[in-house]
């Protein structure tokens, strides 16, 4: 399997870091998705990374739908609960997390455009304000897959948008720190 993404994607992150847990053969192929080059769009007609292209030639978008697939790749994983309220539980972290990189990359393409204030920043840093304590409350026991996805957002934030400070929730403080050297965590760091 290839997985069409960028060193910096924290979406893609998720996927590296699921590949390197699960011991799955998964080929980075980088890829920067603003060339919008060929191989991408046949791809994805979303013009995106993540894409996980599978060996018989087709294609899974979305790194949520891609994280599925992996997981789906080692019965027995543990990562993420298979049914029952902790997948669901599991699964929306997952997507609070991802809302939390949606905002930040809307707020960078606005700042891009030269707009970084205005109602429209504002709301997309009220919201990472919200996720980022509902996350604080969201961490189980035995870190998991959606406890990698809350580190992967907050790692970003450091990344892109340090003035965030997502360490204010001690809870995310401890998460991360925890995490740290976890070995996928660590081998899938992106690059300053
Ligand atoms: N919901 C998608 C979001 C992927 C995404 O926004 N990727 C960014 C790179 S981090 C991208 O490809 N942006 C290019 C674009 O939006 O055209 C996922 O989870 O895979």
Not at 33 to 50: C, I, R, S, T
Not at 126 to 131: E, G, H, K, S, T
Request: proline fraction near 8%.
């Amino acid at each position: 399997m290839q997985l069409l993404a960028s060193l910096t994607s924290p979406y893609a992150r998720k996927l590296r870091v699921l590949a390197h847990e699960l011991a799955l053969p998964v080929t980075l192929v980088e890829t920067a998705p603003m060339e919008d080059g060929p191989e991408l769009l046949a791809a994805n007609p979303l013009g995106k990374v993540p894409v996980l292209m599978l060996d018989d030639g087709s294609s899974v978008v979305d790194s949520r739908v891609i994280a599925a697939y992996l997981l789906a790749q080692a019965p027995g994983q543990t990562l993420l609960a298979t049914a029952g309220p902790a997948h669901w539980h599991g699964l929306t972290t997952e997507a609070i997390a991802d809302g939390i990189l949606d905002a930040a990359i809307n707020l960078r393409f606005h700042a891009a455009q030269g707009v970084t204030e205005g109602a429209w920043p504002d709301r997309q840093r009220r919201a990472i304000a919200r996720a980022l304590a509902a996350l604080a409350g969201r961490i189980g026991a035995v870190p998991g897959y959606p406890e990698i996805c809350i580190v992967i957002a907050c790692e970003y934030l450091d990344l892109r948008f340090p003035d965030i400070d997502w360490r204010a929730h001690g809870e995310l403080r401890a998460l991360q720190a925890a995490l740290t050297d976890r070995p996928s965590l660590a081998a899938t760091r992106p690059p300053g």
